[in-house]
């Protein structure tokens, strides 16, 4: 079945370069565009080029410094995409791995003209080169979050800080500031399944379906509220002071759970099978199911501040491994294979506040910091270029012809970075 699938495959290929190349209908073949440009991303680059009135251009890649019309069938990684319009991304690209691309022209369904001269380019991860972006207000920003489509069909960045502000964004870059109707200070959001979720000091908790109209849902307890996370199918769980475990399976009504300690829990993740939350002096609770918790033992006595669930991103050397990371004061930092038993180390002498997993782990804390990290064992320092607190980091993604995936920081004073 997969060599009837690879023929019919070949066949297809063929009969777009017969088109490209040197069939069509009515039209004719014309000149590339001379000045095409890639901007390189995360498993993705970004191609641009000044379009003429009247062209359709095809945007050729492969894997290998010198694609052309006449080899990309014989290229390893050969994708050619028709009708395209300048930007056009590049997505689901290897990052390490070179790669060229070109872009021809026609007329109408006329046949393909020569290419433009092949452009190499080396996808690159996210995580490095930290941009500034525009003040946010004065305020401090607390927390972020992002959803790859809300339900009514958008992309949208939610950031949360002192005093009740949201602010909401569709490219990471353009912020609006959101009235939320309270005062107290928002410490961290989510996007649970078909809405977003803030919580905050007081037990506040904020739901939206769109990231701009907010309602407060009621809760069962008035402790301030540190973190939330979901497990994409209707349970959410946010985490407190004293203890304070919070679990939603409706989207709606909030019950307090046992959570078996009184330490002030300041992070919450979820990895498919697995709740973990974590907290002051090393604190580690641990849930198959959001209601039943367990305390396990860090190894640590440092404040715990937050945690995630990555996994490494597997090359032809090596498998891809899965690890829950925690982070905290002093740069700790705390592993785990399974959520149940944790290995203590050490990033450097800074208090780390959150951590983020998208093709790799971020962590961000005081006076600027920023740590980058492929399997969570072994960290890079990073330049933020800011030397103000940052609190909170999320993976997010870009569309409409910008540079895939990367990360947002959000911190004290306003200030927001992102990666690319």
Avoid at 50 to 70: I, L, R
Avoid at 236 to 246: F, K
Wanted: net charge negative; with cysteine; hydrophobic share 45%.
């Amino acid at each position: 079945m997969d060599s009837v699938k690879n023929i019919f495959s070949l066949l297809m290929l063929a009969t777009v370069l017969a088109v490209a190349g040197c069939g069509g209908g009515k039209g004719s073949s014309t000149s590339p565009p001379t000045d095409v440009k890639v901007a390189v991303g995360d498993t993705s680059a970004t191609v641009t080029w000044t379009a003429e009135s009247g062209k359709n251009y095809w945007v050729w890649v492969a894997q290998g410094p010198d694609v052309s019309t006449e080899n990309c069938a014989q290229t390893i990684g050969c994708k050619i995409y028709t009708n395209v319009s300048s930007p056009f991304t590049l997505a689901g690209l290897n990052n390490g791995t070179v790669y060229s691309v070109i872009v021809n022209a026609r007329t109408g369904d006329g046949a393909g003209g020569p290419g433009s001269p092949p452009i190499a380019f080396v996808p690159r991860i996210a995580g490095s080169t930290w941009t500034l972006g525009t003040q946010l207000g004065n305020g401090d920003l607390l927390g972020v979050a992002f959803s790859a489509a809300t339900t009514v069909g958008t992309i949208a960045e939610i950031a949360v800080g002192t005093g009740g502000a949201i602010w909401y964004s569709t490219n990471a870059s353009t912020w609006t500031s959101i009235a939320s109707n309270v005062t107290v200070n928002l410490n961290a959001a989510v996007y649970a399944t078909s809405h977003f979720l803030i919580v905050g000091d007081a037990g506040t908790i904020l739901t939206s379906i769109d990231g701009i109209t907010w309602s407060v849902q009621a809760a069962p307890s008035t402790a301030n509220l540190f973190d939330v996370t979901t497990n994409g199918s209707g349970t959410s769980v946010a985490v407190g002071a004293g203890g304070t475990v919070l679990v939603s399976t409706d989207n709606a009504t909030w019950l307090a759970a046992v959570s078996n300690v009184t330490s002030d829990l300041y992070g919450v993740a979820y990895n498919g099978g697995r709740y973990v939350a974590v907290g002051a002096n090393g604190t580690i609770i641990t849930s198959p199911d959001a209601t039943q918790w367990t305390p396990v033992a860090s190894g640590v006595a440092a404040n715990l501040r937050s945690v995630v669930f990555g996994a490494s991103v597997a090359t032809a050397n090596t498998a891809a491994v899965s690890t829950w990371v925690a982070v905290g004061d002093n740069g700790t930092v705390v592993t785990s294979a399974d959520g149940l038993t944790w290995v203590p180390a050490q990033i450097a002498p800074v208090n780390l506040a959150s951590v983020a997993h998208g093709t790799q782990f971020i962590a961000v804390g005081d006076a600027g910091a920023i740590y980058t990290s492929i399997d969570g064992l072994a960290w890079q320092p990073a330049s933020s270029g800011v030397t103000v607190n940052l609190h909170s980091v999320a993976f997010t993604v870009l569309t409409g012809g910008s540079i895939g995936v990367g990360y947002i920081a959000v911190g004290d004073r306003g200030t927001v970075l992102t990666a690319f």
